[in-house]
């Protein structure tokens, strides 16, 4: 269901941002990220002289790569379009995340090592959605291999890979109270991790036919 009907209005901004998820021969995976920022009219720029409308303001990559236990092997970034000329001076110093892990407390230290006058604010708003990004990419593709080694065959309806998935983010103690669907009284709970679970004993549909 879409957004309610909005009000009559004008065109502005449009920021668009990609993110894929790879895993590689040699078995790492890259995480790759493409942000554009476009106006719908024209401006004058004073190291490009005019920025047409549609034409990028910012066109930026940065891909990060990463081992199954989400250690960074390499980064790379790459600013193709900036509003100053200076700005990809900033791309080369992305290389220093090499050697984080994705975990928490890690957009803290990548601030540490990129932050400030060094970096790309925008390049470094990728970051957190690159981190969630890199975590739905190698849990799942973990669980396959290892259920398809197993011989394991989900079937429409059952919870086993979603619940597979969620062990290797860290289970109960990572997911729990994390959001809506995970709420402590929440039937995933109820069903997951019952001995956490702080909701009523009788789901209300089944209560009410009592």
């Known amino acids: 269901m879409p ?35 476009t106006k719908s009219f ?6 490009r002289g ?55 407390g890690f957009l803290r230290e990548a601030n540490h090592r990129v932050g400030g006058p060094i970096g790309c604010t925008h390049l470094r708003e990728l970051l957190q959605q690159i981190a969630t990004t890199a975590f739905q990419t190698i849990n799942p593709a973990r669980v396959r291999r290892e259920m398809q ?10 919870d086993r890979t979603d619940t597979r998935i969620s062990e290797k983010m860290g289970g109960a103690p990572k997911i729990v109270n994390t959001c809506l669907a995970y709420a402590a009284d929440g039937p995933v709970v109820k069903r997951r991790w019952p001995h956490l679970y702080t909701g009523p004993d009788q789901e209300p549909e089944a209560a009410a036919a009592d």
Request: charged share 25%.
């Open 50 to 104: 005019t920025i047409a409308a549609g034409e990028p303001i910012h066109d930026m990559w940065l891909r990060l790569t990463v081992d199954e236990t989400m250690h960074i092997t390499g980064c790379e970034a790459v600013s193709d379009h900036t509003p100053y000329r200076m700005c990809p001076q900033a791309a080369p110093n992305f290389s220093r995340l090499a050697g984080l892990r994705i975990k928490s």
């Open 42 to 47: 024209g401006q004058a720029n004073h190291d």
């Open 149 to 158: 080694a197993e011989g394991v065959q989900d079937r429409p309806g059952s």
């Open 3 to 37: 957004l309610s009907p909005p009000a009559s209005r004008e065109a502005l901004h449009k920021r668009a941002i990609e993110i894929n998820g790879y895993r590689r021969t040699d078995g790492l995976y890259d995480i790759e990220a493409h942000l554009t920022d």
